[in-house]
């Protein structure tokens, strides 16, 4: 091979390193980020549904309040990325006032959205968003490896009674048997974020020898469980 040949080659492979490294930047600029705004001041109000279930304990309580969460603030965090401060407040009923009720942390971090619930971290989302798209959501704690995936975007559905559209749902955990059922899944609108978020983690057994109807569906015959519901308030986003 002559050394002009040889040279000519070398410039062309620089040239597309080069190309590649600014595809990639632009498309990390580029991403759309709506599913998962975050802006200083900005808040969602939820109406909560909790249900605990102990059959044997005869326990059947339903506990219903309200759930603010506001991005109070911004800061640089210790890993060197913007981080945002989440308080969560609780109240009753609307004639009730706000408690402060814990505080959480959300970052973005390139192409991934981390959420520090309760001190632990989980990847609600990666961009961009692609339909039947999986990850670990349990990648940045010690948890159990879980994936997430994207089942649904673009969608339209009825949630706390009113319709909604331009939907993403991201299910986390789809798991059922004849005596378990474990389903966790959250529904993000554009431009909104957050406004579903469902959990059940149920179980069916014989109680004193008494067999179960496994006909029945689970919801109907629960021995011991738990079933969250967390829904947007559409007066207050």
Known sequence: MSFKKYKILILLFTFAIISCEKDDSNNIE???YSYYPITVG???IYDITEINIDKPLEIYDTTKYQLKEIVESEYMGLSGKTEYRLERYIRLNETSSWQIYDIWIVYIDNNIVVKVEENISYVKMT????DENSWNGNSFNTLDKTDYTITGINYSDSIN???LDSLLRVE???EESLIDKKEFYEVYMKNVGL???FEININSQPINGEPIDISVPIEQRITVGTIYKQRINTNYY
């Not at 961009?127 to 692609?130: E, I, N, Q, S």
């Open 161 to 163: 009674s009113n319709y």
């Open 42 to 44: 900005n808040y969602l």
């Open 195 to 197: 406004v579903e978020k």
């Open 172 to 174: 986390q955990i789809n």
């Open 127 to 130: 961009f961009p968003v692609v």
């Open 30 to 32: 580029n991403i759309d």
